[in-house]
Each structure stands twice: as structure tokens, then as C-alpha cells.
């Protein structure tokens, strides 16, 4: 599966944005999904993903800001990310997995496909 994110641009402090992740591929439905970001000189971070089932996972800093869902029908998957801080500015990488599994889906060594990244810049 080939991935594509998009939507990320500068956005002042409290402000939203969503991302988008779309995948080629006929089987898109079975993967799971996630996003990962990366500032720079740190490590990439777990923010969130979502199963085929539309079971979804966040790491605990993102609960309650940010989103995830997806479109099955349209081969993408979103992050909505709401009230946003200047920390939050990073390259957001969307990853896609056939069967990385709950315990292991916050470490990105779990996932076979990434897309390019797309960059979100938050003014304080």
C-alpha cells in the first residue's frame, strides 16, 4: 500500500487542522492506521490510529484534542486535531500495518508502510 499525507500548514495556537491520509490499494480496509509525528531532534511519536473495525488508540497527551476516523470507501484516514499548541509542531507521518497489534502499535519499528510526511507549524 502506498500512502499520501496531506493537509498540514500553519495554524496559530487553539487552532485545527486535519490531516488526511490517502492509500492506493484495493485492501485499505484491512489495515490499520495510525499517525506518528516528529519534531525536530526528537524521536517520532505515536499520536494515534484506528483499526478496520474502527476501534481507534490515542497516546494519552492527544486524548481529548485530537481524532482519528476513517473512509473506507474513499481510502483515507484523517486526523482532526483541535486546540493546538506550539509542542505540537512536527512532520506528521501516517503508517499503515496489516497486524501490528495493540501492545505494540505505539513503536514505529511495528509498521511496514509510511507515507512522505506532511509538516504542521503552530504560532504562539
Known amino acids: 500500500v502506498q500512502l499520501q499525507a496531506s493537509g498540514g500548514g500553519l495554524v496559530q495556537a487553539g487552532g485545527s487542522l486535519r490531516l488526511s491520509c490517502a492509500a492506493s490499494g484495493r485492501t485499505f480496509s484491512a489495515y490499520v492506521v495510525g499517525w506518528f509525528r516528529q519534531a525536530p531532534g526528537k524521536e517520532r511519536e505515536f499520536a494515534a490510529a484506528?483499526?478496520?473495525?474502527?476501534?481507534?488508540y490515542y497516546a494519552d497527551s492527544k486524548k481529548g484534542r485530537f481524532t482519528i476516523s476513517r473512509d473506507n470507501a474513499k481510502n483515507t484516514v484523517y486526523l482532526l486535531m483541535n486546540s493546538l499548541k506550539p509542542e505540537d509542531t512536527a512532520v506528521y507521518y501516517c503508517?499503515?500495518?496489516?497486524?501490528?497489534?495493540?501492545?505494540?502499535?505505539?513503536?514505529?519499528?511495528?509498521?511496514?508502510?509510511w507515507g512522505q510526511g506532511t509538516l504542521v507549524t503552530v504560532s504562539s
Open positions: 503508517a499503515a500495518d496489516q497486524s501490528v497489534i495493540m501492545s505494540s502499535m505505539t513503536s514505529s519499528q511495528y509498521w511496514n508502510y
Open positions: 484506528i483499526r478496520r473495525s474502527g476501534n481507534t
